[in-house]
């Protein structure tokens, strides 16, 4: 079946940075055949998207709140997408997930076909 395994989440000071990694297995089709997504969700609030590659061409597109702090990138060799997170602040602290996608360039949640787990992150000094 498929699975989504995220890593890289833990606490960090604000300004710090950190580095998340999500490795895909089980599609039925080649792994760039999906687009791939970052959504988080802090305490309270309701899950966000942070971030999307899309499959083929690899545009990339960020929420407001993270453009120009986080990057987001795929090695479809490896079956995994990494999101680059700079400049953290408080607000970035969440439960941060991966989703793939069989749609060009998904962004909202019902677009997404398959869930990891989700990895925490907390930015705290």
């Known amino acids: 079946q498929v699975q989504l395994v995220e890593s890289g989440g833990g606490l960090v000071q604000p300004g710090g940075s950190l580095r998340l990694s999500c490795e895909s297995s089980?599609?039925?089709?080649?792994?760039?055949?999906?687009?791939m997504g970052w959504f988080r969700q802090a305490p309270g609030k309701e899950r966000e998207a942070v971030s999307c590659i899309t499959k083929g061409d690899g545009a990339t597109y960020y929420a407001d709140s993270v453009k120009g702090r986080f990057t987001i990138s795929r090695d479809n060799a490896k079956n995994t997408v990494y999101l680059q997170m700079n400049s953290l602040k408080p607000e970035d602290t969440g439960v941060y997930y991966c989703a793939a996608s069989r749609l060009h360039a998904p962004w909202r949640e019902y677009e997404y076909d398959y869930w990891g787990q989700g990895t925490q992150v907390t930015v705290s000094s």
């Open positions: 089980g599609f039925t089709l080649d792994y760039n055949a999906y687009a």
